[in-house]
């Protein structure tokens, strides 16, 4: 009888130890998360304008991928290869994740493709200005009479003569001083000026006058410009600035500077003299402005960065002739194309690139950068950097689907509210048999209302309850007086929110985000609508709370049949060894 006793204690012994290691085994599967490792290159990384190249990627241990650039944006496949055919140089990123919550939950990685352009020539402005006459007496009046071609716009610079003007057009004006008047137009082609001088003396009326003019006002270096001039009252002109000697009274003349030149005619007679002056702007460059305006704009790689990390910004400009200075300002400084900065102060940073071109354009852009204190964390990865006071996975999804807030509700968002906290749910998935989901976020102290966006990535559905004017969203709520809410969800679609509170005076705080998604049916078929699966798995793959006792109950009552057989084997022997 003892030697039973003690093989039951043994038997109970190792069937706990058992149990333990069963435990410790499920624990430890249900904690273990691997990192997400990622690769995306660019086959070629550098093509001219209208080719293309082929973006190829793969991950590892992720469950979605995101990606951003131009004309490639939204969901794709966890590895796989796209060609691309950007308009100009381009940096394609993808952000993949999976759900374990861990350090290595997500990665971004991205590559650039780099456009060179073939410029082609334009035609650069060309503009005539006159004065009629252009020597008068004090008080006197005369009439500037201007024209243009290959230009969409002019300012004019004189005294009582200023501003936008017409391209073409007539206009009187009374100058009190001598004064060289100014008309600069810009075009497709660049920019070009005229100028005449008018002559103001004190009295008599046998003064001259002189007017000259450029045709083409601007030009490549090598190229020629005709010079037009006519004078009346006058005996005798002579030129000076870019040329020299006595002229006739009127007539025209080729001139070819190297550089850009202002060339001065001054006519006389025994009254006195009057001056005209014309500028011909040269260019350096071997090839003339595109049709595309000059503008500038840069990027901050990597967007999101830890205090101290190395971000590197990049400069690229459109329609401007090479070569092109750049100079960085805001939270940096600097010059060049490309540049590296360590950032030491956290917060949404704003960077400025000036861009000045060989003729002497100017283009101004930004760009964002994000030092955050420790580890950059995937809610801050990829977004709409022209809005940094949304939250960035909802300037993420403005990026995908092109849809943004309403103006009126961005302009009033100057309350002193705290945006909402504990948004939940947010980074979960549901299965494909869940219908409808609550969301609800922490009350905000002095809120009044909460007003809340929902979107649904490729639903064309509509919630009845919205009352927002000129609606983009899935569900758009101003006047919400509870921190909570239920909407109807979709199988197979991705579900992004925000919520901001809002005051008494209809003041709108920053906004809080979150996402969820709900599975497809196919993606739920082969676990998810499993009856065992649905009462021993949450959403999330994990082990649900009565699965939990489930499943221990079963090894408790396992351990009990297996003792208990024990014991009445062991029972049955004795008797029979009686």
Known sequence: MKNHSRKSIKILAIGLVLSGLLGLTIT??????????????????????????????????????????ENWFGERPLSGSETVSPRETTSYRITCFNNSGSSGSWATKEASVIVTKTLTSQNSPTISLAANPNSISKGGSTTLSWSSSNATSC??????????????????????????????????????????????????SNLPSVTINANPGNILSGQ????????????????????????????????????????????????????????????????????????????ASPYVASIGQSVTFAAGQSGGIEPVNYVWGGIISG????????????????????????????????????????????????????SPEKPLIQRLWEGLTGKELETNEQSEKTSVLKAPKNLSPNEKGFSSSKNSVELKWRRVNGAKYYAIRVDSKGSKLRDERNNCPKNPHYLCINNL???????????????????????????????????FTVKSEDESSGFGNNILASIFLNDNGGFTAKGTVILWTLIVLLLIFIITTSYLAGKRKLRFNK
């Open 28 to 69: 430890a599967s249900a904690q273990t998360s691997q990192s997400v490792s990622l690769s995306i290159t660019a086959s070629p990384s550098t093509i001219k304008q209208g080719e293309s190249s082929t973006l190829t990627w793969s991950s590892s241990n992720a469950v979605t991928c995101l990606v951003m650039g």
């Open 155 to 204: 300012v004019a610079l004189g005294e009582n003569w200023f501003g936008e003007r017409p391209l073409s057009g007539t206009e009187i004006i009374s100058p009190t001083l001598t004064t060289t008047y100014r008309l600069t137009c810009n075009g497709p082609g660049g920019s070009g000026s005229a100028e005449v001088t008018v002559s103001v003396r004190d009295g008599g």
């Open 224 to 299: 020629q410009s005709i010079l037009t001039w006519s004078s009346t009252n006058a005996n005798y002109c002579s030129a000076s600035g870019g040329w020299a000697g006595g002229k006739l009274l009127s007539g025209s003349e080729s001139v070819s500077p190297s550089f850009t030149t202002t060339y001065s005619i001054t006519c006389t007679n025994s009254s006195g003299s009057a001056t005209a002056n014309v500028t011909v702007f040269v260019s350096t460059s071997t090839f003339t402005p595109t049709t595309q305006p000059f503008t500038v704009s840069c990027l």
């Open 335 to 386: 010059t060049g194309k490309i540049i590296q900065r360590q950032l030491l102060t956290p917060g949404v940073h704003t960077v400025t690139i000036t861009a000045t071109d060989t003729i002497g354009r100017v283009a101004t852009g930004s760009c964002l950068a994000d030092p955050v204190a420790g580890p950059a964390s995937p809610s801050n990865l990829i977004g709409d950097q022209s």
């Open 481 to 515: 007086t509870e921190n909570s809410i239920a909407i109807t969800v979709e199988p197979g679609h991705d579900y992004s929110w925000w919520v901001h509170a809002v005051d008494e005076n209809r003041k709108y705080s920053d906004s809080a985000g979150a996402w």
